[in-house]
């Protein structure tokens, strides 16, 4: 696997913004982040998006890879019921999120620092509260082991 | 030839759900959809009813699965035509994949290209409210989320430059306040950009759709625009010197279409070397083209673009043999000497001290050879536009007097009409009908006047154009020291006669498309070539002759220069949107005197101001303005190509599922009520648009001032249940969708009060008119008659008329914000456009048959056509897809009884 960019030193002085590694999906649940954006929604700075087809195609080690790179939390934006590919997405989506917290608990990660949501192709406004809750949860986590 | 079970037409909700289904029964499926994504109409709207369940929520997985599920195909931006009855039963399409001009398997998705797109025409996915790009992706959600560039052909403009330079390119970028960059795409074309910004008889204005309304777009001046503006800033063209390719070529002529040759030859690598028999390069807009109108140091400038890529110019070097060039290593020779030659004006007397030729003339005053006409009378004979330059200057060296004499009328002369009228606006005068017959001698070899024979229109002679002759004992006298001849120019090619073949009148005869002469190293291009012309069809010629000298160099087949699309119809533009603003026309700043003393420019340039004003005019005819901005914002290689065209498919299918949908009813057509009119009337569809999830203004707002509306009126069965369209059908749906939207709209705005004007309100099925209690439960107010009328007031409001059936039956005026037309469903006629035999039937609306409706849905008059949702009569989102179910049992159970043995 290759190694992620390397995140910017926080700068100490300012005030934390969580960064927050989000997966969406091309077809479902990009659309409705996207939409917030075109919408001119407020988000956090600190929320990087990687779109792919199917939220069942995320592998535990990548949300592990992502917190001890340096992001403070990472949100699975996923397709729920409504996946193109696979009828059990959910059920998928979930047996992985449960993984990853495992991995995140032996690297000695809050799992908190993981969190996922159903999003849909129009839910600007449920992902931009979304993430502003999760930002909120993560800045009372505090820094990742990693980052701080 | 491609085989399918199964062809489906349209990817809205009946046609991606018939060919999920049939898919999913293990049936392989070609869809096709006309737009650049799949979804229909349902992915457009806010809600559905009565669940009011989110439209795009239900819709998206349907169509992300349409485009990846294992048995289905789908194409979009594509169109079917042409269904025949095949052997064995099958069927034969033609399936039309338009030209995305974007590369479907490399593009991200990224829209960094509709972000640097340069034109904005109505977006048909808000329902024209709101503008989108030439470049775009058709909605956030759309599938497969690619950008699609869209071209309806060639702008007029840019088509008809016979330079080759987009027009309409340039004007969009100055639109967008991209000078430089508009500067460049002129270079594109040609180096000769203050050149023709200044002398180009501007075809590109006389085919401007824009003239139709009040008047062309400015196009040559907003050209000179840039040209100034890059002048002010660089001396030379502001690109990087390309690699040399190790080829020589050689250039005889330094005219526009020599210059234009050799700019773009320098650009791809080739050692150039021009060859000019006159002092000073330029041809004849350094030689001929008088100072007033096209300065030397603008020619200069445009020189320097040339020059500065390495070509070398000889000046005062007449080549004389060919052949000798050639053996020096030049690989390829273009000539383009133009026609430097005057015709004699034939009369006795023509020798004499005092009578000269236009060309020769003007070129002693370009080059300072210090004529001094003061207090001289000057006749210039010849109509055209050496003629009113060669008038104009004398006027400029002190001639008392100047008098035009040509044989025709004014109207057929042929000099640009500006250059006409300017010419009379200096103090010239002109005798029309009007023929030399011999100059008069002073006695001292000099000359004393002309002496003229009036001329009569005679009958159109083999040319086509009359030739005028003299009426017997007409004949007047004009006094005068000095007579120009400006009546033609022929070209000089006796020396070339060695080595190409010339037609009579002198031209080189070369093969008109490649341009190459007898001997396949020899090129010629320009006026050489076409006779006298112009500077715009010179420039393009040197611009063909460079291509093909480049491929015959390369050892490449000599076409694939004309790359235009046919030109777009300015009936179909003018269409496009509602209605046009008239726009005061530019004024053409020119600075004219009676009498003129000097050579400076006679027009000004435009201020920053005009040239916006002048370029936001631009209808984009064409949609697609090939400004080339997407292709350099574009982080693909390779993945938008403007060269690429439609692309035709020949399949053969099992069986065909017509799911072409409904149109809806143009409001327009119903006048009382002022739709298209009155900004504040919208359609039931626009208002969907203003509370869906996606959309344009992120509020509900009344588009004639963005007013958030507080009373708010719907009009239902506008256009249905009305014999005075021609649809006594009732719709179906607008009752129910004005139902779910008088909920949003009161959920959305809590102190706005709504009044829906109905006949019936048709709510039957399950929980509907549960829906509908439950809208009045809300406050929405509901009121029995039809609107008869609507106006509007000076503040954009408006006022309904109509009779107040349940309150006594008076006639009763309201007022409103906002008025909403429950707008209603008409059939689709492209169902029936799929079947060239014609034998797809319609019912007596024009709706696809259903030919045994009641025991059989989904069966047409064809047997294996089947049709699938609302092509086939209105019908919900819900019916749609019952609908589209049947119809799916039906394809089955056909395509497996065709599998029995007889």
Redesign the interface.
Known sequence: MTTLAPVKPPDQERAFVPRILVFST???SD?GI??AG???MTYSPGVVVISMPCTSGIRPSWILHAIEGGFDGVFIAS?GD????LSDCSTRASRIVAQAQALLQQGGHQPQRLKMAAI?????EPFTRHVQQFGQALAELGRSAVAS | MTDYDVLVVGAGIGGMESALKLGDMGYRVLLVEKEASVGGKMILLSKVFPTLDCASCISTPKMAASIHHPNVTTLTYSEVGGITRGSAGRFQAKVTRKARFVNETTCTGCQLCETACTVAVPDQFNADMIQRRAAYIAFPQAVPKKAVIERAGSSPCSYTCPAGIQAHGYVSLIRSGEYEKAFQLVLDATPLVGTLGRACYAPCELECTRGSIEGPLPIRRLKRFIADIHYDKFDGPGIEIPEPNGHKVAIVGTGPAGLTAAWQLARKGYGVKMFEAAPKAGGFLRLAIPAYRLPSEIVEQDIANVTALGVEIATSAPVQDLDSLHEEGYEAVLLATGTPLSTKLGVPGDELDGVLSGVAFLRAVKLGEGIDLADQRVVVIGGGNVAMDTARTARRLGAREVTVVYRRTRSEMPAHHVEADDTEKEGVRFVFQAAPVAVLDDGRGATRGLRCSRMAPAKAGASGRSRPEPVPGSEFEIACEVIIGAIGMAPDTDGFSAQVRTNPNGTLAVDPETLQSGSAWLFAAGDVVSGASDITRATGQGQRAAHMIDRWIRGLQLDGFDLRLPVVDKDQVLARQKAYRLAVPLDPSEVLSAAPTDFREVELPMTEAEAHRGAGLCLDCGVCSECGECVDACPVDDCIDLRARDQVLDVEVGAVVVATGFKLFAADLKPEYGYGTFKNVISGTQMDRLLAPTRPFNTILRPGDGKVPERIAYVLCTGSRDETVGNPLCSRFCCMYSIKQNQLIMGALPIADVTVHYMDIRAPGKRYDEFYEQAKAMGANYVKGRVARITEKENGDLVLRYEDIEHGGGLVEAEYDLVVLAVGVQPNSDAQALFPEGDLAVDEFRYVAETDEDANPGQTSIPGVYVAGAASGAKDIADSILHAGSTVAQVAAYLEHAKVPA
Do not use: Q, T
């Open positions: 091309n077809n479902i659309p996207d939409l075109s919408s001119h397709d409504e996946c193109a590919y849909c192709s129009v839910c600007a």
